[in-house]
């Protein structure tokens, strides 16, 4: 079973989008879930996380614009994403993790993925 993203699309700089997180099937839940985003040619960020119990890390491009949340009665997650800029224009994706940690011994957000991904969803920002 996957997280699937959606919700994506072309807003304009300053707008705002609600993305979903969603399994693929029947599952029994995750712990930790993750929110990603990749920019072309380059890898797999982390961007936002969230425990089981609802403690929340971010990156800081992120922090105080985007907001993480679930809800665990549908196994769901969700990234409300305010003040978009261009450069937050990049394909967007969730994973579920077995375990429930969310920062490292530094303090900076950590998640530890499922090894397959679902389809993630393009997020464009027009200036």
């Known amino acids: 079973v996957q997280l699937q993203a959606s919700g994506g699309g072309l807003v304009q700089a300053g707008g705002s989008l609600t993305l979903s997180c969603v399994p693929s099937?029947?599952?029994?839940?995750?712990?930790?879930i993750g929110w990603y985003r990749q920019f072309p040619g380059k890898q797999r960020d982390l961007i936002a996380v969230i425990s089981y119990g609802g403690n929340t890390k971010y990156v800081d491009s992120v922090r105080g614009r985007f907001t993480i949340s679930r809800d665990n009665s549908k196994n769901a997650a969700y990234l409300q994403m305010d003040n978009l800029r261009p450069e937050d224009t990049a394909v967007y994706y969730c994973n579920g993790s077995p375990l429930d940690f969310i920062s490292d011994e530094r303090g900076r957000p950590y998640h530890h993925p499922m090894a397959s991904w679902g389809n993630g969803t393009q997020v464009t920002v027009s200036s």
């Open positions: 099937g029947r599952t029994l839940g995750f712990n930790a």
